[in-house]
């Protein structure tokens, strides 16, 4: 039966990953037990173990709902990079974007949680990065391609293009979150940062006028 186009049970694994998503970011992976996730999900734990066998595969799924969060981001830099929006300030529109977006403070304490369990967990972290931030890179180098063949942008290595301009909209911000266990910007100034980046980025790699 399906209540909204959503199944008993598939309504159940969202119940259970979102409550297990706030105990996890709230306690650690170490600190949480199945039985919490239970009770925040308003099921017993054995409903919890039957639908995911331990607290591994739960944490796992976690992880990979968390990552596809980013998807809006990825489906609007084909919008935001077309000829058309490019020339109405798309780039700036998805620089903001991606920066507010990124630095969201549950999406922050996750990704604290992941590289604090790296080490036995890899395949955690290859699987946020490749499904988050690798897919986001190539959309955009792919954008940055056809951008350049319009003569719109000036670039001999889109892919590296594209790292610029990330590396230009994270890596102070991102740094500062995760080394001090806050987001002590506003979003008014994420969108500062953001718009210092891509004018700074258009500098090096925009068209030149004839």
């Known amino acids: 039966m399906k209540i909204n186009g959503e199944t008993r049970s598939a309504r159940k694994d969202r119940e259970i990953i979102e409550a297990a998503t706030a105990a996890f970011i709230a306690k650690g992976y170490d600190g949480t037990s199945m039985e919490e996730i239970a009770t925040k999900a308003g099921a017993s734990k054995q409903t919890v173990y039957k639908h995911f066998t331990d607290k591994e595969t739960l944490f796992s799924e976690v992880v990979e709902s968390t990552a596809s969060q980013t998807n809006d981001v990825v489906e ?34 996750l990704r604290r949680l992941i590289i ?25 180098a792919s954008c940055f391609q056809k951008l350049t063949s319009r003569g719109l942008l000036q670039t001999s290595d889109p892919r590296l293009a594209a790292s610029h301009l ?30 210092a980046s891509v004018e700074a980025f258009l500098a090096a790699y925009g068209a030149r006028l004839k």
């Open 76 to 109: 609007s830099v084909t919008m935001l990079l077309s000829e058309a929006q490019f020339m109405e300030g798309g780039l700036q529109q998805l620089a903001r974007r991606m920066t507010t977006t990124l630095m969201d403070d549950n999406l922050l304490k």
């Open 116 to 140: 604090a369990n790296s080490d036995r967990m890899p395949q955690l972290g290859r699987s946020w990065y490749e499904k988050g931030f690798e897919r986001m890179l190539a959309s955009v």
């Open 166 to 195: 990330f590396g230009m909209l994270l890596w102070i911000p991102m740094n500062e979150a995760m080394f001090t266990g806050s987001n002590p910007r506003s979003k008014a100034d994420l969108e500062r940062h953001a718009d």
